[in-house]
């Protein structure tokens, strides 16, 4: 049996075919055009998904799973207005794929489906209770508690990126001001690169430049650092996980980012030192969580426990 997972992003649409030990049989992704709104955006889901359909028996496919950005409503299968995909405003996005492509289909945060692939098959593997975050464009997470990921009342849980670590600083999408992702994701990285180094930069070549001694790459990353281990040091606190599981395009910095992470977990978190230490952990399935996690969702629990209540 198979399954499709759908990866919906600000700027590509990623899908995979995947079997029933969640192996990647056949992949493919192609851009957004977030622009053209979001019949253009569910008619490239659908068309992608017909792409992989085709390479397996009908019988044999056992459903759709799509992974999007929050906020949006697990149960109801509702995507509300992503600050990246405009014109998003209450869209029944799970109904429209699962009428179109005639599939059982389910929805879910981008940050779940990517902890639910960590965690069935890559850096999470038998382990209980722990938090996944993404650094990428945005901060994004999942939550795993006793082995099951916490969507909270209407899905809007594990939203990392979201806590506010500075009143004062910057302005998110979301309305807040100073929350981590304005403050450390790869976004915020190349803006603050832009204005101290006068370059346009991604996080590995401001890492690169700081391993090169660039004192300026050097002090920004200092700050990024610091912020990301106040936030992981919060989570710690609120969840107490065994580990804490990093992906996306920011992680990718190494083992310079990982040791300073670890050091803020050891340090501040409010833990017994008798305890053995929470784990930082980088991600294993890179970029791919997301589109492997969406197609482990209709077989995942969850999947049951939804069609219990439709
Ligand atoms: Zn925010």
């Not at 492509?101 to 209980?128: F, K, Q, W, Y």
């Not at 391993?211 to 606190?237: C, F, M, R, S, W």
């Not at 980088?282 to 482990?296: D, N, S």
Request: charged share 20%.
């Amino acid at each position: 049996m198979y399954t499709i997972g759908l990866d919906l992003g600000g700027t590509k649409i990623a899908a995979a075919l995947v079997d029933e030990s969640g192996t990647v049989m056949k992949a493919t992704e192609i851009p957004t055009e977030a622009v053209e709104g979001p019949d253009a955006v569910i008619r490239r889901m659908e068309y992608l998904a017909r792409e992989l359909a085709n390479h397996v028996p009908s019988r044999e496919l056992q459903g759709v799973g799509v992974a999007a950005p929050g906020p949006l409503n697990v149960r109801t299968g509702i995507v509300y207005g992503p600050p990246n995909l405009p014109g998003w405003d209450a869209i029944p996005l799970q109904a429209e794929l699962q009428d179109r492509l005639g599939l059982p289909t389910i929805l879910d945060n981008d940050g779940n489906a990517a902890a639910l692939a960590e965690m069935e098959l890559g850096a999470g593997v038998g382990v209980r209770d722990m938090i996944y975050i993404t650094i990428s464009t945005g901060i994004g997470g999942g939550v795993v508690l006793d082995g099951q990921i916490r969507r909270g009342s209407s899905g809007s849980a594990a939203e990392i990126g979201h806590q506010v670590i500075d009143v004062n600083g910057p302005v998110c999408p979301c309305g807040n001001r100073g929350c981590l992702e304005t403050l450390a994701s790869g976004t915020a990285i190349r803006k603050v690169a832009r204005e101290r180094i006068g370059q346009d930069m991604d996080a590995r070549a401001v890492a690169q430049l700081a391993v090169e001694g660039n004192l300026i790459a050097k002090g920004l990353l200092d700050e990024v650092y610091g912020y990301l281990g106040v936030g992981l040091v919060n989570v710690v606190q609120m969840f107490d996980p065994t580990v804490i599981v990093i992906g996306g395009g920011v992680a990718q910095i190494g083992k310079p980012l990982f040791d300073r992470l670890q050091f803020a977990v050891d340090t501040n978190s409010f833990r017994s030192p008798s305890l053995p230490s929470v784990k930082v952990l980088p991600a294993k399935l890179g970029t791919r969580a997301g589109v492997i996690g969406a197609a482990l969702l209709p077989r995942s629990r969850f999947a049951s426990m939804m069609a219990g209540t439709r």
